[in-house]
Every structure is written in structure tokens, then in C-alpha cells.
């Protein structure tokens, strides 16, 4: 009887979008019933029992500790120290980053500390630009929390000497496809938005097959609309590649060449054979010319 109340109580909760850690206090409070033990002291006592661990106190603090040598500098002086040790090394990127994470595990002693410290910063060196020189812009660290910034940062270097300054508006814009509303309407959550547009990229067009609308919907999302374009997707050139997918590539994307469309824009190398992909290289020399 026990464990069936668990159950259902766990799996209900979980059913109604409750976060795990509330489903179980749900679960504990149901158990309590059930028994007769409907004392709310006991159940306050361990809210506040599982909250007091000094080893969980120790990760935010440890995070704490990394930005705080981050907005300090610290981390960019580790960084920079490394960069001239080894950075001029070919590969020097990733033995940079192996030796400030030594250096910063000396100083830290913690691995969240030096992965918040060290991989969140970046560094941009600009080269020619004058002269008649072409500008040359080489980006060193960053990772995917950064990369609206520093991609703003790096148009801001560029504009600068090409005389094009312009204005930052990325904070608030949703990525390439990402507004979906035209699609879906108002926003949900996004496994049930993601959903609903397949659904919605299924009965705007049906002669597409159930696994190239989810594939599509999952890759380009709003973009799609950009895809059909023309109305039909287009003879298809390998199972599951349509022409039309291959032109937006080229047209919108800048694909310059088949590895750009297996590899670099999406990942569909992991899944054609090597005949597959001698016919794809086949149909972008007749329509593109030899790469």
C-alpha cells in the first residue's frame, strides 16, 4: 500500500510539470496522511535539515569564488600568462587552456571554481586594418554563455575599422528560426513547443515525410518557412535530403561545399554511407560547380 501511494503520488506530480524535488515533498506529505502523521513541525525540520549541508553550500560559494577572479582579472592574467608560454605552439589553444587550468587549480583548489573562472573569458586580437591591410580578428577562449557577447564585441572591433559602426541588439532577439509564434502562437514549454511545430510543419506540408519534418523542425525551426519557400521541398537527393534544404544552405547558410552541409551545418555525415555522399557531392557540382 506504501509503495503504491509513492508511486502514484510521485508519478501524478511528475505528470502535472511538478520539478522532481517537489514531486517527492508531495510524495512525503501523502505518506503522512496515509499514516496519521500529519504533523507540518516534522516536515518543516527537514526542509530545513536538507537544505543545512556544508558540501552543498560549498559549490555555489566555489562558483562564487571563480567569478569573483573573473570580474577581477585574475582569471585574465592566468590566461594571458599561459597564452605567452605556450600559445604560440601549434595547437596552442587547448595547451593554454590545460596549463591556466593548472595554474588555476593551485590557487582555487576546486575544479568548478577554475572551470567558472577560467573558460568563461575570452580574448580578442585584432591584425592589419590599416594601411590597406585586410582586418584580421582572432578570438581566444569563450564558451556558449559568452558567445552573444563576444560575437557583439568582435562586430563592434570589425565595424570600428571598417568604419560601419553600429548599434548592440542581441540582448532581447531570439536566435535564427527561434520565434515560433507565426507557427505555434504563444510560447509553452519548450518540449511541448518543439511538439507543435512538428505538428504544425506536418499540416502546412504533408508530402513531407514524418522524419524530415522532425528533423527540420528540431534544426531550423521558424526557418522552415524559408526552406519551402517555393512551395515543395523538391526531388530528394539522398534519403531524407531534399533540394530544397540543400539550396538554403547555400543561399542563406553560406555552404561552399558538401563538408559544409555534412558537417558544419548539420551533422548529416553521421548518417549517409559513403555512396550517399558521393551522390550528394554529385547533385552540388551540377548545381554549384566543382568545390
Not at 22 to 51: H, N
Not at 80 to 106: E, W
Not at 117 to 135: F, K, Q, S
Amino acid at each position: 500500500m506504501t509503495l503504491a501511494l509513492f508511486t502514484g503520488a510521485l508519478l501524478g506530480a511528475m505528470a502535472i510539470g511538478m520539478p522532481i524535488a517537489f514531486a517527492l515533498l508531495v510524495c512525503a506529505v501523502v505518506l503522512m496522511v496515509a499514516g496519521g502523521q500529519t504533523d507540518t513541525t516534522i516536515l518543516s525540520q527537514k526542509l530545513v535539515e536538507g537544505a543545512d549541508s556544508f558540501p552543498l553550500l560549498a559549490i555555489p560559494f566555489f562558483m562564487l569564488a571563480g567569478e569573483l577572479m573573473n570580474a577581477g582579472g585574475i582569471s585574465r592574467r592566468i590566461v594571458l600568462f599561459a597564452l605567452t608560454f605556450v600559445g604560440h605552439i601549434r595547437g596552442g589553444l587547448g595547451l593554454v587552456a590545460i596549463f591556466a587550468s593548472v595554474v588555476m587549480a593551485a590557487i582555487s583548489g576546486s575544479a568548478a571554481a577554475d572551470a567558472a573562472a577560467v573558460t568563461r573569458d575570452y580574448r580578442l586580437e585584432l591584425l592589419g586594418g590599416h594601411g590597406g591591410d585586410p582586418p584580421l580578428l582572432n578570438v581566444w577562449g569563450g564558451k556558449l554563455t559568452t558567445y552573444r557577447r563576444l560575437a557583439e564585441e568582435a562586430a563592434d572591433r570589425l565595424c570600428d575599422v571598417l568604419g560601419h559602426p553600429g548599434t548592440r541588439w542581441t540582448a532581447d532577439a531570439p536566435l535564427p528560426g527561434g520565434d515560433l509564434r507565426d507557427w505555434i502562437g504563444a510560447p509553452r514549454r519548450p518540449d511541448e513547443d518543439l511538439a507543435r511545430l512538428v505538428q504544425a510543419v506536418r499540416e502546412r506540408h504533408p508530402a513531407l515525410g514524418a522524419g524530415v519534418a522532425r528533423r527540420w523542425a528540431r534544426q531550423y525551426g521558424a526557418r522552415v518557412a524559408a526552406l519551402m519557400a517555393e512551395g515543395s521541398a523538391g526531388p530528394e537527393v539522398v534519403p531524407g535530403v531534399h533540394e530544397a534544404e540543400l539550396r538554403y544552405l547555400h543561399d542563406h547558410e553560406w555552404a561552399r561545399s558538401v563538408d559544409d552541409v555534412l558537417w558544419r551545418r548539420t551533422k548529416l555525415g553521421l548518417h549517409l554511407d559513403a555512396r550517399q555522399q558521393q551522390r550528394l557531392r554529385a547533385w552540388w557540382a551540377d548545381a554549384h560547380g566543382p568545390e
